[in-house]
């Protein structure tokens, strides 16, 4: 038995630190884009479809059509790596963003459900495929290009730091959303001021445009177009024979990432105000302080591959994913019954004051929503290929199991045994 040998990693010039931190900024604004959509699902689900169907099946849609955009992944990863292999990574890098920006400038602008009635959820719907195309190609492309960039020996630091970036664009969009819901009431997001995280991302995606101007083409893309008549008309298919060993492991690795974004960044806000009562200003504020949290682990990730290797890096935190969602809901439905509980003693204890003082008025029953609970050549068509189809399956399929899960049409908190009904979240969520 040999031991393996790492070869001796390469200085981190400035130039280096470049190209993943502008990567990541533009990546950053580019799923703001997309991810926005989802921190609006209650007030989209009330805009866009009728008024008169039930609040759970016009969230189930909301959220059908938010899946939608992940089932046109595969296509928009195949067809962006194909060209990204061809012409190059830069300027696919440009039409991906743009891709992305201007069917959200378009949802900021759109008439809703009032105005054109069923053509508004159909709107809706083509957009979103826009955009689920045009972050089937960003992902993958972006990891590429900063992996061909980066040095020997510090391409999981670069990655992190690409990857935080991409996820801060979570935490712009949490900001944005924690922001809007404490300076306008539930009816003013409902009228005009859900429009302003959109439009925002229009103009968040002119910037990007723009940053990406000052990155160069990646040295692999440079040899590679040099020798592009040696390239098989289709690399598809060429990719399915010599490939097969890396698909499986690629898929899993995946479900992996994708599960862990669909439960702890999408869904896990919304169950927080549709089940546990959990006001949205609250629930976006604790969104983004996880995702601060995120954003650092991704770094600290890549540290720690570049030290211990990338396989056993991905089996640790693999480990450690099921456990901190367990402690996450655990914790989460310990600390809302409590707070259930609190907000009737209170109420108990007002009524008793009331008495006392001769007042001879009733406190009707609250709801008891928890209002104040502190919140080399083939390398980009393959990822943009199963990246992509992986987790078009896996977040589809979560996001509409998980939002099936919710309907028991009377919206019970943690308390059910007391027969203590929570209100739905309101507008801004």
Not at 85 to 94: A, E, I, Q, T, Y
Not at 140 to 154: L, M, Q, T
Request: glycine share 10%; aromatic share 10%; with cysteine.
């Amino acid at each position: 038995m040999t031991a393996n040998v790492h070869p001796a990693p390469q200085p981190f010039s400035k130039a280096d630190y470049k190209t993943p931190s502008l990567a990541a900024l533009g990546g950053a604004l580019e799923i703001y884009d997309f991810i926005i959509f989802v921190f609006f699902a209650l007030t989209l689900s009330q805009l866009f479809f009728p008024p008169d169907m039930p609040e759970w099946l016009r969230l189930l849609q909301s959220f059908g059509i938010f899946v939608t955009g992940y089932l046109a992944r595969p296509l928009g990863g195949i067809l962006m790596a194909h060209f990204a292999d061809r012409l190059g990574r830069k300027k696919v890098f440009s039409l991906s963003i743009l891709m992305m920006a201007l069917p959200c400038l378009l949802i900021g602008i759109m008439p809703t459900y009032a105005q054109i009635g069923y053509w508004a959820p159909l709107v809706l719907l083509v957009l979103r495929i826009l955009q689920g195309a045009a972050v089937g190609g960003e992902v993958p492309s972006a990891w590429v290009f900063v992996a061909e960039h980066a040095p020997k020996g510090h391409r999981g630091y670069a990655l992190g730091v690409l990857q935080a970036g991409l996820t801060f664009g979570y935490l712009l969009g949490a900001l944005t959303a924690t922001w809007l819901a404490r300076a306008f009431s539930p009816a003013e997001i409902l009228d005009w001021a859900w429009r302003i995280p959109f439009l925002l991302g229009g103009v968040f995606g002119v910037v990007g445009v723009w940053l990406r101007r000052w990155l160069n083409e990646t040295p692999v893309f440079i040899a590679m177009h040099a020798q592009r008549e040696n390239l098989p008309a289709l690399p598809l298919g060429k990719v399915l024979r010599e490939h097969r060993q890396s698909l499986l492991p690629a898929v899993l690795l995946t479900f992996v990432l994708t599960s862990a974004v669909v439960v702890l960044v999408v869904i896990t806000p919304t169950v927080m105000q549709q089940r546990f009562g959990i006001s949205a200003s609250h629930t976006f504020a604790l969104s983004a302080l996880g995702i601060v949290f995120l954003n650092v682990g991704c770094v600290l990730a890549g540290l720690l591959v570049d030290r211990i290797g990338a396989w056993r890096g991905v089996m640790f935190y693999s480990l450690l994913l099921p456990l901190g969602i367990g402690v996450l809901y655990t914790s989460l439905i310990a600390v809302a019954a409590a707070w259930h509980r609190l907000r009737h003693c209170r109420a108990g204890l007002r009524d008793r004051r009331r008495g006392a003082f001769g007042d001879g008025r009733t406190v009707p029953g609250e709801h008891p929503r928890v209002r104040h609970l502190i919140d080399l050549q083939y390398r980009l068509r393959f990822l943009g290929q199963y990246h992509s189809a992986a987790a078009d399956r896996a977040d589809a399929l979560e996001y509409l199991g998980l939002c099936a899960l919710q309907p028991d049409h009377g919206h019970r908190g943690p308390d059910d045994r007391c027969g203590i009904r929570s209100a739905p979240g309101r507008g801004g969520g």
